[in-house]
């Protein structure tokens, strides 16, 4: 009894350090922990205040929502670079809208529509016109910059409805703002579509060895247009939303915000060379960026030393799910 009650116990050990989320968890606790110590006032840490860990929630939360979905091109072994320049198109189309004098739901579903047709651009390229995803993407990316930039003539398009702007961007609902409400939604989404569902099985068999996938009947073509398209809905999600908390929409908006959004996934837990990564890992990746950053700044840390920070962070994930393969 006392073997097999001692194997239990080592399986279970086995199961918790294999998790992929409880290292990045772990990370994120720590340097909670830490910044709270190093922000400490006579009145307690500026960090832990509550209105700090709000306005930090919200800021990551367009990241993380955008990470799910990348998450999900990035399982099958692709990679979409578009994400960003999809969020600057469908807000600048969506507020163009409103300017027009369209109603909030018809530009957002406008937006929503012209965001999953990106999606679906990009994985028409790469499953029809078999492009490398890096090329593909790449090329919608500078598609996407251009017409947003088109749609604005280059400039701010405000004045938007208060029922979009206070409404959605600044709204609370039991005390939460719907910004970080619908992070966590698209996140459980993300989850249960990964963890319970088909698809998500596909998807993880797709980018863990595509040729044995096919020849097990899955249909690896619709999976990977699919994930595509899921990126570049999760996208126009994280446009509305951001839209709505500004109160502006330009084409300039989150300019080189994919390499935030596929660093918060990588630092997740997910392997960039496919089948590996969960949702939580995406959201927690994104998380631990928003602190790093969040923290500098109130650490009166210097904004290049920010972005050499988070670089780093970035090459450390990625060299620790390198040694963790090997």
């Known amino acids: 009894m006392g073997r097999v009650e001692t194997g239990n116990q080592a399986s279970r050990w086995r199961r918790i350090a294999t998790f992929r989320e409880a290292g990045v968890i772990a990370v994120l606790l720590a340097m909670g922990v830490a910044l709270a110590l190093a922000t400490r006032t006579g009145e307690g840490s500026t960090f832990l205040s509550g209105n700090n860990l709000l306005d930090v929630a919200r800021q990551f939360s367009f990241v993380a929502i955008m990470a799910v979905g990348e998450l999900i091109v990035i399982l099958t072994a692709g990679i979409d670079l578009s994400v960003a320049a999809t969020l600057a198109l469908t807000g600048v189309i969506m507020a163009k809208l409103m300017a027009w004098g369209a109603g909030v739901g018809t530009s957002i579903l406008a937006g929503l529509l012209v965001a999953g047709l990106v999606g679906t651009a990009n994985g028409l390229l790469v499953v029809r016109v078999k ?12 598609i996407g910059r251009g017409l947003a930039y088109a749609v604005s003539r280059g400039h701010p398009i405000s004045g938007l409805p208060d029922l979009f702007h206070k409404g959605i961007g600044h709204g609370l609902v039991a005390g939460l703002p719907v910004p970080i409400l619908v992070m966590l939604a698209v996140t459980v989404i993300g989850w249960y579509l990964l ?8 998807f993880y068999a797709v980018g863990g060895n595509e040729e044995a996938a096919r020849f ?5 073509g619709t999976t990977k247009l699919l994930a595509y398209v899921l990126a570049g809905l999760t996208a126009g999600i994280s446009a509305v939303l951001m839209t709505a908390w500004l109160g502006t929409a330009q084409s300039t908006a989150m300019t080189a915000g994919e390499l935030d959004v596929i660093a918060a996934a990588v630092i997740g837990g997910a392997s960039l060379m496919g089948g590996h990564g969960t949702a939580l890992g995406a959201l927690m990746g994104a998380a631990i960026m928003g602190v790093l950053r969040n923290g500098l700044v109130l650490l009166n840390c210097p904004a290049y030393y920010r972005d050499v920070s988070v670089g780093l962070v970035i090459i450390l994930a990625v060299a620790l799910d390198r040694v963790r393969k090997e």
Do not use: E, H, K
């Open 131 to 142: 492009l490398p995803p890096f090329i593909a993407t790449l090329g919608t990316m500078s």
């Open 195 to 202: 963890a319970c569902t088909r698809w998500g099985r596909y």
């Open 216 to 220: 097990a009947g899955v249909p690896v």
